[in-house]
């Protein structure tokens, strides 16, 4: 049943609190929520620092997490390493597919589509960029909610390290694994302390 | 604008468009006018059935956590998967950043959260100390993106399947009970919304004027 009305007022001065939902009065500095009294955000020029700080960590982490081995395989003495591209071409010769590309795409597209998203908006905050508002709000939603599934590579890594850990034949995480992990958290962080108040400058 | 008056709109979590609340019927939902998100719904026992589900979510975790997940067998040697020996093996192999990390993103955090909406779900149905129902509200919402135990099953969904060609593998308890933990989860996020969860708090305990 559609049964909201949309209103046509602008909601320029009004803001919607992360935590609790409730629509806030939007005034310039320090808002605090009228109903769970937490901080709504800081300075908006705190916030964008704060996301291009976290970002540009992750970027960072996301050359070693690339180059850097995230599995090696010990078999009878002989040691193996795979990157995640290697792991992703094993899997494709090996000709499971669907697994193939749901690691292709949860470990190597979603974190590139992330950075280029939080980069987007960072720019078309501070330059005016002409681009539909709402359009930037979906594009926000996306990057927060898809951002925690390239963990599925680490997760993978590990659980199989636990189940092949036998004297004749091991696998080990690599330090990849670890770049990857801490890559991920850094661009959810980044996309968490991104203030969507910048959205409407 | 007046406080009174705040409480009558609404923004859409997906594309912040603003909408003005309406009274709805019975067990229906509100859309968002331009992308069709559900905003807010009408669902007269919510704090009761939420509360239900949580129960079980939780005894369905505890399941998870401490039987075994599945068990492998190449030429006759056993291999167990449970979340012990995860972590066991992870800090023998000296990996204590990512221990540390997996077991607050697939334990601590998903534990965390499924603890605080039952207890803040049974002192909202028994109208007590809104103090701490308050924080307990502002702790889930924040700790809520950072539970990861439904990619974690994906992830033993990938793992089998690279196993596939060299072993054999059973499954064992605690998958059944990861299957369940899921899909109350999936039931549990999409019934509980944390616009209707502080209306119902409002409306129990009463609107403090804090408002500087």
């Known amino acids: 049943m559609k049964a909201s009305t949309e209103l046509k007022m602008s909601n320029h001065e009004l803001i919607r609190c992360p935590i609790c939902e409730a629509?806030?009065?939007?005034?310039?500095?320090?808002?605090?929520?009228?109903?769970?009294?937490?901080?709504?955000?800081k300075h908006k020029d705190v916030s964008f620092n704060r996301t291009l700080a976290f970002l540009m960590t992750a970027i960072i982490l996301y050359f070693p997490a690339n180059f850097y081995p995230i599995l090696i395989t010990k078999k009878l003495g002989v040691t193996q390493e795979n990157t995640i591209l290697g792991g992703i071409m094993v899997l494709w010769e090996a000709g499971?597919?669907?697994v193939a590309i749901i690691i292709l795409l949860a470990s190597v597209f979603v974190p590139i589509l992330k950075f280029i998203f939080i980069i987007y908006l960072l720019i078309s905050t501070e330059y005016n960029v002409k681009s539909s508002k709402i359009d930037k709000y979906k594009l926000f939603y996306i990057t927060e909610s898809v951002g925690s599934w390239s963990m599925?590579?680490?997760?993978?890594?590990?659980?199989?390290?636990?189940?092949i850990h036998f004297s004749a034949?091991?696998?080990?995480?690599g330090a990849g694994a670890t770049a990857f992990a801490l890559m991920v958290f850094f661009t959810m962080l980044?996309?968490?302390?991104?203030?969507?108040?910048?959205?409407?400058? | 604008m007046k406080k009174h008056k705040l409480d009558n709109l609404i923004i859409c979590k997906r594309c912040h468009t603003l909408h003005k609340k309406i009274k709805l019927h019975r067990n229906t939902k509100a859309l968002c006018k331009h992308c069709g998100s559900v905003i807010y719904r009408?669902?007269?026992n919510i704090i009761e059935t939420t509360l239900a589900l949580s129960i079980s979510a939780i005894i369905a975790l505890m399941v998870a956590f401490s039987f075994t997940i599945m068990t492998i067998n190449i030429n006759g040697i056993y291999q167990e998967l449970n979340l012990t020996a995860l972590f066991v093996v992870?800090?023998?192999?000296?990996?204590?950043?990512?221990?540390?990390?997996?077991?607050?993103?697939?334990?601590?955090f998903p534990l965390a959260i499924l603890v605080s909406i039952i207890l803040l779900l049974t002192l909202m149905h028994f109208r007590r100390s809104g103090y701490l129902v308050k924080r307990l509200l502002i702790l889930t919402a924040k700790l809520l993106p950072w539970s990861m135990i439904d990619i974690f099953f994906i992830s033993i969904l990938v793992s089998m399947v690279k196993l596939f060609d060299y072993a054999q593998i059973e499954i064992g308890v605690a998958f059944v009970a990861f299957i369940l933990l899921l899909v109350l989860d999936i039931i549990i996020n999409k019934q509980m919304r944390f616009n209707e969860l502080w209306r119902y708090y409002e409306s129990i305990y009463g609107v403090k004027n804090e408002q500087s």
Not at chain 2, 101 to 108: E, N, Q, T, V
């Open chain 1, 169 to 173: 034949i091991q696998i080990v995480p």
């Open chain 1, 96 to 98: 499971s597919y669907p």
């Open chain 1, 152 to 163: 599925v590579d680490v997760f993978v890594v590990t659980i199989l390290s636990v189940l």
């Open chain 1, 190 to 201: 980044s996309a968490l302390s991104f203030d969507t108040r910048l959205i409407k400058r």
């Open chain 2, 42 to 44: 009408n669902h007269h």
């Open chain 1, 23 to 41: 629509v806030n009065l939007d005034k310039i500095g320090e808002i605090k929520c009228r109903r769970c009294g937490e901080l709504i955000y």
């Open chain 2, 90 to 108: 992870i800090f023998e192999q000296h990996f204590y950043l990512m221990g540390i990390m997996l077991g607050f993103l697939i334990f601590l």
